[in-house]
């Protein structure tokens, strides 16, 4: 569910400046002379130590009532004022997490509309939305409820609607010894949200040991990811999700002046075309290029470009056992 925009920088002035002195030192470093570096594949000892990324863990355990009914209000279109929409609307968890056009367009909306974010792993990210400005899954939720160009509704119609219904009443009664109100209906939602992870992706095997898991080409990938500067931004558990940046600090690649925004994750990026918050960069090598003059000043050969996005293509996890997919 994509919230209403609104900005709210509460402690970004100081992840800016930090990471604006970081990106600037990481962009006076040159890029290496030969396309190449040395693999990486030779080197199998203790991978997961000192790494600035870490794997998706399992999801976290849960009261079953709670989350089955987490996923029963996610997929039912009586949480949208008309009755068309549902959370899987945008958020297709049989796919990518998003949708497969990417883009929501509203009645009357703008014509500059941002690309659906996914709902995986959105609960390991420290703020949700583009512009960061929802700390919790139950405040997005809401957001996202009340949005005219989302689900066009409020919490009290929604649970109009629910207490009607003498069934769903009765789960909430169940899982949560009442009927539902606001606060168990935003819990049972996020509840249900904490459970989308991803994990299992070759990359996260490879970090727990299995020195098998990645190519050297794709092992080289990520040591050039990391001596580029792209880490510097891009890090932690979500390889991102964790700080606000200026995206375009020397070239506003995505909109007409550089922006403060949460840096996105980039867990299942190979599924998520087109990149960027208004899809301009069609394919991920066009985002890779893009990012690498936008925000370190580089301009990358065609086989740096192929190395890099060869390591992004081993964040791909898997959800209930089977791999992230683009939509058909």
Request: charged letters at 20%.
């Amino acid at each position: 569910m994509r919230p209403a925009r609104r900005s709210r920088w509460l402690s970004a002035p100081l992840c800016l400046m930090l990471l604006l002195v970081a990106s600037d030192t990481l962009a006076q470093r040159p890029v290496p002379a030969s396309d190449t570096l040395v693999s990486s594949a030779a080197a199998p000892s203790a991978i997961t130590k000192d790494e600035p990324i870490t794997p998706i863990p399992q999801p976290p355990p849960a009261d079953p009532l709670k989350l089955a009914l987490g996923e029963q209000l996610f997929g039912d279109p009586r949480l949208s004022h008309d009755g068309t929409l549902t959370c899987a609307s945008c958020h297709d968890v049989h796919t990518n997490g998003a949708d497969d056009s990417r883009r929501k367009t509203p009645a009357g909306g703008p014509t500059q509309r941002s690309m659906v974010l996914s709902v995986f792993n959105a609960a390991l990210n420290f703020r949700l939305n583009w512009e960061g400005n929802y700390r919790t899954l139950e405040a997005q939720a809401e957001s996202s409820l009340e949005n005219p160009r989302d689900m066009a509704t409020s919490v009290e119609e929604v649970l109009g609607k629910i207490s009607a219904d003498p069934k769903l009443a009765q789960q909430f009664h169940d899982a949560y010894g009442d009927g539902p109100d606001r606060t168990s209906l935003l819990d049972a939602i996020a509840t249900y949200e904490r459970s989308l992870l991803t994990p299992g992706s070759r990359f996260d095997r490879w970090l727990e040991g299995d020195t098998t898991a990645l190519t050297a080409d794709e092992q080289d990938g990520y040591q050039l990811f990391k001596s580029l500067g792209c880490v510097s931004c891009h890090q932690g558990v979500n390889v991102g999700g964790n700080l606000y940046e200026r995206h375009g600090i020397f070239t506003p690649p995505d909109a007409p002046r550089p922006t403060l925004t949460r840096v996105p994750s980039l867990r299942n990026v190979a599924t998520l075309a087109p990149y960027f918050r208004y899809g301009r960069a069609p394919t991920l090598e066009a985002a890779v290029r893009n990012m690498a003059e936008a925000q370190l000043d580089q301009t990358l050969s065609d086989r740096q470009v192929e190395m890099i996005v060869a390591f992004l293509n081993t964040l791909t996890g898997n959800f209930h056992g089977a791999p992230v997919v683009t939509p058909p």
